[in-house]
């Protein structure tokens, strides 16, 4: 006979999740052209020149399109507006690291997620704010650093708590 399992799993909860780096990383681009971040031309000349690459670009028109992004764009004074900025509150952007010391001992959690939710166990992902597929939740931590339980404690139990409970975050 069969035992009950001590704990009665029903989902689970990542914050600001690695999920690929292939995946994470390439999306940066079509991400940054998603929000308006970049302009079409932009975008359209880094997709042609880098092909879906933009970590380990493989051509010089592919690198010039990168460095267009990561310097000009950066120092333009509408993108400094743009994003809040203060005039006079910092001097030229300069790109200062380019990867994280990290180390993965899992190369992907993307098995793991679809193992999860496709089992029926629901997932809350805090980050982004649109629903996905196969019990995925994104949501949004307003005012939070890229820890968010860190910077606002009270706002992620709660919305935690809401989850848990099948209530609209």
Request: glycine share 6%; hydrophobic share 35%; charged share 20%.
């Amino acid at each position: 006979m069969r035992q009950q399992p001590v704990i009665n799993l029903k989902g689970y909860l990542v914050g600001n999740p690695i999920t690929d780096p292939k995946f994470d990383e390439n999306y940066k681009i079509p991400s940054a052209h998603g929000f308006g971040i970049i302009s079409d031309q932009i975008y359209e000349s880094a997709v042609k020149n880098c092909k879906g690459d933009y970590v380990t670009p493989v051509n010089e028109m592919c690198v010039e399109v990168l460095h267009i992004i990561n310097n000009f764009w950066m120092n333009n004074n509408m993108t400094r507006k743009a994003i809040g900025i203060k005039e006079g509150t910092t001097s030229e952007w300069i790109q200062c690291n380019i990867g994280l010391p990290y180390t993965y001992e899992i190369p992907s959690s993307i098995p793991y997620h679809l193992n999860l939710t496709t089992r029926g166990y629901r997932a809350l992902v805090y980050r982004f704010t649109i629903e996905y597929t196969n019990n995925m939740t994104f949501a949004t931590v307003k005012g939070a650093g890229h820890t968010a339980p860190e910077y606002r404690p009270k706002e992620c139990f709660a919305m935690a708590q809401r989850w848990l409970d099948n209530e609209p975050l």
